[in-house]
T-cell receptor
Framework: GENVEQHPSTLSVQEGDSAVIKCTYS??????FPWYKQELGKRPQLIID?????GEKKDQRIAVTLNKTAKHFSLHITETQPEDSAVYFC???????????FGSGTQLTVLP | GAVVSQHPSWVICKSGTSVKIECRSL??????MFWYRQFPKQSLMLMAT?????????EQGVEKDKFLINHASLTLSTLTVTSAHPEDSSFYIC??????????FGSGTQLSVL
């Protein structure tokens, strides 16, 4: 089955700096890659997603890049703010039901 | 985005009892819903895929007789933890797929088995 690896597990940045989280996947048939933000005790919130026919997608301060050949994708957050602090999960959609396989998560802390 | 409602948000029960968790898609129809389990500071682990009108598909290692799933309508899936034990204590969260593969999550249920 699909295996998604995510790095780093923790990331601390100064407010205003950029943050980058990277994921790799194993199943070349995966074609949808969402990113979720989860605050403590709350539901994961979809923040951005990308499909395999696109190399990059941007939404204000958030961008995602995808390298299908290398089977990796990354989340980029620019001009970070304290409210960006949360756990971020990458995921890959695979299987007959297009279920999501999640990465292990990255705890992002933005220091004021 | 689409709204997925999950109830209850938390439940405390005695060992040996059963607990039912409901997941509803409020503003869209979901032929497929997913149930995940999440331990503190860990990722979401897929337990099963719930298909409307048919049997659920369970992931390897998940006991189907322990975690009963019913998806009786296009907007409701239920997860029943039968004969719960302390090791079943966890955060259970459902998700439903809207069009074009976007997955939206319920608010989760924190289960504590005494």
């Amino acid at each position: 089955g699909e295996n998604v690896e995510q790095h780093p597990s923790t990331l601390s940045v100064q407010e205003g700096d950029s943050a980058v989280i990277k994921c790799t996947y194993s199943d070349s048939a995966s074609n949808y890659f969402p990113w979720y933000k989860q605050e403590l005790g709350k539901r994961p919130q979809l923040i951005i997603d990308i499909r395999s026919n696109v190399g990059e997608k941007k939404d204000q301060r958030i961008a995602v890049t995808l390298n299908k050949t290398a089977k990796h994708f990354s989340l980029h957050i620019t001009e970070t703010q304290p409210e960006d602090s949360a756990v971020y999960f990458c995921a890959a959609s695979t299987g007959s039901a297009r279920q999501l396989t999640f990465g292990s998560g990255t705890q992002l802390t933005v220091l004021p | 985005g689409a709204v997925v409602s999950q109830h209850p948000s938390w439940v405390i029960c005695k060992s040996g009892t059963s607990v039912k968790i409901e997941c509803r898609s409020l503003d869209f129809q979901a032929t497929t819903m997913f149930w995940y389990r999440q331990f503190p500071k860990q990722s979401l682990m897929l337990m099963a895929t719930s298909n409307e009108g048919s049997k659920a598909t369970y992931e390897q290692g998940v006991e189907k007789d322990k975690f009963l799933i019913n998806h009786a309508s296009l907007t409701l899936s239920t997860l029943t933890v039968t004969s719960a034990h302390p090791e079943d204590s966890s955060f259970y969260i459902c998700s439903a797929r809207e069009a074009a593969e976007k997955l939206f999550f319920g608010s989760g249920t924190q289960l504590s088995v005494l």
